[in-house]
């Protein structure tokens, strides 16, 4: 059974600090590449960061960019974001996204919510 499990949202102070995590289970972690959405209210899912299956390359939103950091641990089956410099306009549902063109596979966790505000 395939899993993407998101911990680490909630609330973060403008200018601070928040890190996201995703537990992968259930499917062969090094054969995807691993991103992060995120949706708030009224908008569109957007995507936030990408990092390939070996972590060696990795993109990110104009919005996001110098502020934001994706990794992963694939010994751990586990994928980060780290995000600083918080802005309310990052305030939106987190996602982990898990994708492998052979296939046309793709996988997509519950979400959590990170809200920024004073």
């Known amino acids: 059974q395939v899993q993407l499990v998101e911990s680490g949202g909630g609330l973060g102070q403008p200018g601070g600090s928040l890190r996201l995590s995703c537990a992968a289970s259930?499917?062969?972690?090094?054969?995807?590449?691993m991103s992060w959405y995120r949706q708030a209210p009224g908008k569109e899912r957007e995507l936030v960061a990408v990092?390939?299956?070996?972590?060696?390359?990795?993109n990110y939103a104009d919005s996001v960019k110098g502020r934001f950091t994706i990794s992963r641990d694939n010994a751990k089956n586990t994928l980060y974001l780290q995000m600083n410099s918080l802005k309310p306009e990052d305030t939106a549902v987190y996602y982990c996204?898990?994708?492998?063109?052979?296939?046309?596979?793709?996988?997509w966790g519950q979400g959590t919510q990170v809200t920024v505000s004073s």
């Open positions: 990092i390939t299956s070996g972590g060696g390359s990795r």
């Open positions: 996204n898990a994708y492998r063109g052979t296939g046309n596979m793709e996988y």
């Open positions: 259930g499917f062969t972690f090094t054969r995807y590449f």
